[in-house]
């Protein structure tokens, strides 16, 4: 599985010209290969984060060649935002969610992102680390609907563990409960650098086929 990682620094006067050209992008949903896409606003900022999910890199390059740019034409949002980054991650290992009620990630009302640089000796520690601690910790959680954990592609100490909640509070309700025991756990010296984003996702922008 692919995702394209995309985050945009939107005018602040220019948000709603913006969103209306997000919600065209629904014509993705006809395209080969095709998963899901989801997006919002980070918390705080005028920075609007869009994760696509692709089967597999040639359906994606199919995509960009032949229906990416009438698409991006009709959307007009260039003038909307004054900076965008576009990256291509691979799955590494998906994050399950555990028993909750026929709710799925394209329905989920908050992302959590975490950026991480990890140490090149640590790679294999890191990901187990998150098999054996994160997820079964994440699972038991109420309002979790699961995540993965990519790596960039063109990055390879560059990692993305994304989770998909319910809700804002069901996220609170683990930082404060769950988290800090889980912390305690986890060793100190894997992780090089790490950036977190809260993001509130806009059901308009959601994507399924």
């Given at each position: 599985m692919i995702a394209k990682y995309i985050r945009c620094e939107v005018v602040e006067a220019k948000r709603n010209i913006f969103s209306k050209g997000q919600r065209l992008w629904l014509e993705t949903a006809h395209c080969e290969g095709f998963i899901s896409q989801l997006g919002?606003?980070?918390?705080?900022?005028?920075?609007a984060v869009i994760l696509a999910r692709w089967t597999d890199m040639e359906s994606v390059k199919d995509?960009?060649?032949?229906?990416?740019?009438?698409?991006?034409?009709?959307?007009?949002?260039?003038g909307s935002y004054s900076h965008i980054s576009v990256s291509y991650l691979s799955a590494v290992i998906c994050i399950p969610a555990f028993n909750q009620g026929g709710k799925n990630?394209?329905?989920?009302?908050?992302?959590?992102?975490?950026?991480?640089?990890?140490?090149?000796d640590k790679l294999d520690e890191f990901i187990q680390e998150q098999k054996t601690l994160w997820n079964p910790g994440m699972q038991q959680?109420?309002?979790?609907?699961?995540?993965?954990?990519?790596?960039?592609?063109?990055?390879?100490?560059?990692?993305?563990?994304?989770?998909?909640?319910?809700?804002?509070?069901?996220?609170?309700?683990?930082?404060?409960?769950?988290?800090?025991?889980?912390?305690?756990q986890a060793a100190t010296d894997i992780i090089h650098t790490i950036s977190g984003h809260h993001i509130q996702t806009e059901p308009s922008w959601r994507v399924t086929p």
């Open positions: 919002g606003w980070e918390q705080e900022t005028n920075i995509f960009m060649s032949a229906a990416h740019d009438p698409i991006a034409e009709r959307a007009n949002q260039v990630q394209a329905s989920c009302g908050f992302i959590r992102i975490a950026d991480c640089y990890i140490d090149p959680v109420e309002g979790m609907l699961g995540g993965q954990l990519w790596q960039f592609n063109d990055e390879s100490d560059r990692y993305l563990v994304t989770t998909y909640w319910e809700s804002e509070a069901a996220h609170r309700h683990y930082m404060a409960e769950y988290f800090p025991r889980l912390k305690q």
